[in-house]
Each structure stands twice: as structure tokens, then as C-alpha cells.
């Protein structure tokens, strides 16, 4: 895997959920959270697109500290009004393009994103109600009835 250098001169290998991000903003525009989520097949709340976005920092319970895609320089923050509300966009930058295309030259394109119904992840094949039921600890309810109301 080829190392990648960012403006900060880190010298790191680029990993495929970056490689996801960066493939997804490839050829320009820029694309809020949500979309980019959708587009690399990541869950709406598991927190990947931050790690992969901002980094972890020294001493965090989620892995080994390593910078994200804004501080190596290989994307880039805007933000947009919609409605009145400012939304978090994502675009990529040269060095980002630059480094996908290393990556691609090294390894070939990115696999495709699997699908739920492909995992091997017996969560993912669980129906949606089903996983988010939660069971009171002290009555025994379910919070099942409230899915309904949600």
C-alpha cells in the first residue's frame, strides 16, 4: 500500500474507508454528511464519517490516533445555508485527488460497497425492528410500542 504525504508531512498509508470518502467526492461538488454516508455505506449514526473526517485524537477509546481527511489536507469544509440552517459540506482537494489516484494506481479501484443483505454481520440480517428493540432492565417492557410512535 503506497504511503501518502499531506501538507502537515505525515506520511501514513491510506486507508479504504478514506479511500471511500475520498472516491465518493471524486470529480468535484461538494456533498453534505448525509450524502456522503449514503454514497460509502456508512450507518447514518455509527460515527465513521467523523473518524475518517476530523481524526481521533491522542488517548481516544475509538483506536489509535491518527489525523483525518481535513487535516492532511486532502478535503475541505464548507458550509451551507439550507433554510436558514448551516450544513457541513465535504469537497475534495488536489492532494486528495492525488492520493486516490496513487491509491487506485497501487490497489486497483475500491471495492463495491457491500450491502446489508451481503453481510456476514448477523446484526445486518436481522430485521431493523428488531435490532433497535430495547428491553427495560427493571419492568422487562420493550420500548417496541414507542417504534410505532417514532
Not at 492532511?72 to 445555508?81: A, M, T, Y
Not at 433497535?132 to 420493550?142: C, F, H
Request: overall charge negative; hydrophobic content about 40%.
Amino acid at each position: 500500500m503506497p504511503l501518502i504525504k499531506s501538507k502537515t508531512d505525515l506520511a501514513m498509508p491510506l486507508k479504504l474507508p478514506q479511500v471511500r470518502v475520498l472516491a465518493a467526492l471524486a470529480g468535484g461538488g461538494a456533498h453534505t454528511q448525509h450524502r456522503l454516508k449514503d454514497r460509502c455505506g456508512f450507518s447514518a449514526v455509527s460515527g465513521t464519517l467523523t473518524r475518517i473526517i476530523n481524526g481521533l485524537r491522542e488517548g481516544s477509546s475509538s483506536g489509535a490516533a491518527h489525523p483525518g481527511l481535513l487535516a492532511l489536507g486532502f478535503v475541505e469544509r464548507h458550509e451551507l445555508d439550507i433554510n436558514g440552517l448551516a450544513e457541513a459540506c465535504f469537497a475534495i482537494t488536489p492532494a486528495g485527488e492525488e492520493a486516490l489516484a496513487a491509491w487506485v494506481a497501487a490497489n486497483g479501484e475500491p471495492p463495491d460497497v457491500r450491502s446489508a443483505e451481503s453481510s456476514t454481520n448477523k446484526r445486518y440480517k436481522e430485521p431493523q425492528a428488531q435490532r433497535s428493540e430495547k428491553v427495560d432492565v427493571v419492568s422487562g417492557a420493550t420500548n417496541a410500542n414507542h417504534q410505532e410512535e417514532e
